[in-house]
């Protein structure tokens, strides 16, 4: 199933081409995937997808864009209430959510951060920090999460730890049993996470 949401029109072979630049991405990286790998995964010549999206670096870029957008979307939901502490909850939660449905999506964030054109991942990082961070700063500003650090800190505290969760469930789950303690389920997690950041 498609992770990314169809854009195009049904008989459109776009649609086709960015989901398997997408699936290609998350395995190989940007360095690993070629052209070719992606019009076969998608059963299109690599002239097509020339034609549409220019060279591999407009694809790479393309997916990226439509990932954040829909990330962005995503963590947003149900949001905009009055309770700060309650916002932010909401947005952590739903950051948690998407990345947990969607796995390809999560690998080629970890593809960005190991070698993806690097005007994209700063794109990106500008976009989310101004979505995240003064989100942060609020629940700051209303005592709700420590003012002794810096509010992007805070972000990356909770955001970085809750990707490292998820990517990395085999050590995590590895080090928390290794004393005999039970694994946390995902709510677990979170109240974990907020409670580094939040106010006693």
Known sequence: MAELRQVYTS?????????????????????????????????VS??????????KE????????????????TVSEGTDVD????????VMANYQRYWREHPQALRFQLWRVLGAPEDERKERSKLLNQFFVPKVKRAQDAGV??????AGLAMLTVGGLMQ??????????????ATGDPVPDD?????????LITTP
Do not use: C
Not at 145 to 150: A, F, K, N, Q
Not at 166 to 173: A, F, G, R, V
């Open 11 to 43: 008989v459109d072979a776009r649609d086709r081409i960015v989901d398997a630049a997408l699936t290609i991405f998350a395995e190989l990286g940007y360095a690993g995937a070629t052209m070719r790998v992606i019009a076969q995964k998608a059963g």
């Open 46 to 55: 690599s002239g097509l997808i020339h034609h549409h999206f220019k060279d």
């Open 58 to 73: 407009g694809l790479w870029n393309l997916v990226g864009q439509r990932i954040s957008d829909d990330f962005l979307e």
């Open 83 to 90: 309770d700060a502490a309650e916002a932010l909850r909401r």
């Open 145 to 150: 999460v420590r003012s002794d650090i810096p």
């Open 164 to 177: 490292y969760f998820l990517h990395s469930d085999i050590e995590t789950n590895d080090a928390i049993e």
């Open 187 to 195: 709510t677990e997690i979170l109240n974990y996470l907020l409670g």
